[in-house]
């Protein structure tokens, strides 16, 4: 199904009594992935894809809950609805049960999904999901819950429910991304500072890869482990509340503290890559977006040899972009392990890109690439007539 096909269907119901529509977009992270987690810094940005949620009050208490690209629909009762599955369900049940230790009363529901933002490629689908579950109860049910809350206890459910250990960087984004901007956020404090970005002459786009490597969330969760790891053996020698604030300089003799070259490495990743977050946000708003490409690809890097959390498809289609004209920077950008690439790519060279691309990326994986041009205006909000 496609969006506009979706939106006339549902569009058509929506009455405002007892039927309701609601969007919450995706992300794309401009720079600092894997810091999130360490209270570091991210800069992210609210894209135009994302989940629309239909939603109808229903007597009785049944949750039925309907997956448009999936093609699948689940009745769950709400007396016994606080157990993970495994499924897609568990994104939004994890939130429900959340918004009901606030004050939520259950209530039976029909909620349709429908996301325009491809699945496990890196641009936050799963996030979109939970924020729009928790938009539309907050809205619908006059909970008024702030949405910086509404981001928290999204990541909660993803951390408890789902069981990802991941950063507030995802749910955040999709809760407070604002048109034309990226959000330098400070993930300690969970505050964030706008940035214009209007890119000029420029145009920021996602290649999926379309690979989507297994065991992704177990990576994902031992690498947050593993900088548990060096934070406690930091804290052994002094007092280090999170790693994500820490500069350049405390690496130099910090790295000496800590004799794994693994755990070495992930520190270095860490401290590199929040110092290039702060540094991006700058040459943003010099619109320096040639020096804006170099931390691009230095990121990427950095996220394949210190972080190793690349794959062999993600680092062709960077080094595709490397040498394809009118591309002044790559980068995976999300977990990894697959999913897409960010690139930033000079307007009058875009489809002479997406050629590129698709021929090269084809001859040496096999594979087709799918290329999303992105705009980043994505608000999450409630849809009427
Ligand atoms: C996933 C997580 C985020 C963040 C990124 C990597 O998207 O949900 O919290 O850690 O990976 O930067």
Same mark, same amino acid.
């Given at each position: 199904?496609?969006?506009?096909?979706?939106?006339?269907?549902?569009?058509?119901?929506?009455?405002?009594?007892?039927?309701?529509?609601?969007?919450?977009?995706?992300?794309?992270?401009?720079?600092?992935?894997?810091?999130?987690?360490?209270?570091?810094?991210?800069?992210?940005?609210?894209?135009?894809?994302?989940?629309?949620?239909?939603?109808?009050?229903?007597?009785?208490?049944?949750?039925?809950?309907?997956?448009?690209?999936?093609?699948?629909?689940?009745?769950?009762?709400?007396?016994?609805?606080?157990?993970?599955?495994?499924?897609?369900?568990?994104?939004?049940?994890?939130?429900?049960?959340?918004?009901?230790?606030?004050?939520?009363?259950?209530?039976?529901?029909?909620?349709?999904?429908?996301?325009?933002?491809?699945?496990?490629?890196?641009?936050?689908?799963?996030?979109?999901?939970?924020?729009?579950?928790?938009?539309?109860?907050?809205?619908?049910?006059?909970?008024?819950?702030?949405?910086?809350?509404?981001?928290?206890?999204?990541?909660?459910?993803?951390?408890?429910?789902?069981?990802?250990?991941?950063?507030?960087?995802?749910?955040?984004?999709?809760?407070?991304?604002?048109?034309?901007?990226?959000?330098?956020?400070?993930?300690?404090?969970?505050?964030?500072?706008?940035? @214009?970005?209007? &890119?000029?002459?420029?145009?920021?786009?996602? =290649? +999926?890869? $379309? !690979?989507?490597?297994?065991? *992704?969330?177990?990576?994902?969760?031992?690498?947050?482990?593993?900088?548990?790891?060096?934070?406690?053996?930091?804290?052994?020698?002094?007092?280090?509340?999170?790693?994500?604030?820490?500069?350049?300089?405390?690496?130099?003799?910090?790295?000496?503290?800590?004799? @794994?070259?693994? &755990?070495?490495?992930?520190?270095?990743?860490? =401290? +590199?890559? $929040? !110092?290039?977050?702060?540094? *991006?946000?700058?040459?943003?708003?010099?619109?320096?977006?040639?020096?804006?490409?170099?931390?691009?690809?230095?990121?990427?890097?950095?996220?394949?040899?210190?972080?190793?959390?690349?794959?062999?498809?993600?680092?062709?289609?960077?080094?595709?972009?490397?040498?394809?004209?009118?591309?002044?920077?790559?980068?995976?950008?999300?977990?990894?392990?697959?999913?897409?690439?960010?690139?930033?790519?000079?307007?009058?060279?875009?489809?002479?890109?997406?050629?590129?691309?698709?021929?090269?990326?084809?001859?040496?994986?096999?594979?087709?690439?799918?290329?999303?041009?992105?705009?980043?205006?994505?608000?999450?909000?409630?849809?009427?007539?």
């Amino acid at each position: 199904m496609k969006t506009e096909a979706f939106l006339s269907t549902y569009l058509k119901q929506v009455n405002g009594r007892d039927q309701f529509l609601f969007f919450a977009p995706g992300r794309v992270n401009l720079m600092g992935d894997h810091t999130d987690y360490t209270g570091g810094y991210v800069l992210p940005a609210a894209i135009s894809l994302g989940t629309y949620l239909f939603v109808r009050l229903l007597p009785g208490n049944e949750l039925r809950l309907t997956s448009e690209n999936l093609n699948d629909q689940q009745i769950i009762s709400l007396d016994n609805f606080s157990k993970p599955t495994g499924q897609w369900t568990d994104y939004p049940v994890g939130v429900l049960c959340e918004l009901e230790k606030q004050g939520w009363e259950k209530q039976g529901l029909e909620l349709i999904y429908f996301g325009d933002v491809p699945a496990n490629a890196g641009l936050s689908s799963s996030a979109s999901i939970e924020m729009v579950t928790a938009f539309a109860m907050n809205t619908l049910f006059h909970l008024e819950i702030p949405l910086k809350e509404l981001a928290l206890l999204s990541q909660r459910a993803e951390n408890h429910f789902v069981g990802v250990h991941c950063g507030i960087m995802d749910q955040y984004t999709s809760a407070m991304g604002k048109p034309d901007h990226a959000l330098l956020i400070d993930c300690h404090k969970v505050e964030h500072k706008e940035i @214009s970005a209007e &890119l000029e002459n420029y145009k920021l786009v996602a =290649v +999926n890869s $379309n !690979v989507k490597h297994a065991l *992704v969330n177990s990576v994902y969760n031992q690498r947050v482990e593993e900088l548990r790891q060096v934070k406690k053996i930091l804290n052994s020698f002094f007092e280090v509340p999170y790693l994500g604030h820490l500069t350049g300089d405390d690496y130099e003799w910090l790295d000496k503290l800590v004799e @794994s070259p693994l &755990l070495k490495k992930r520190l270095r990743h860490v =401290v +590199n890559e $929040n !110092v290039r977050v702060q540094y *991006v946000a700058e040459l943003l708003e010099q619109k320096n977006y040639q020096m804006i490409g170099q931390l691009m690809y230095d990121s990427h890097e950095s996220l394949a040899f210190d972080f190793e959390v690349s794959c062999k498809e993600l680092d062709v289609l960077v080094k595709i972009a490397s040498r394809t004209d009118g591309v002044v920077g790559a980068r995976m950008t999300g977990a990894g392990f697959g999913g897409c690439t960010l690139n930033l790519v000079k307007a009058g060279a875009l489809s002479s890109f997406q050629d590129k691309i698709a021929t090269d990326y084809k001859k040496e994986t096999g594979l087709d690439a799918v290329i999303y041009p992105l705009s980043l205006n994505g608000e999450t909000k409630m849809l009427s007539k």
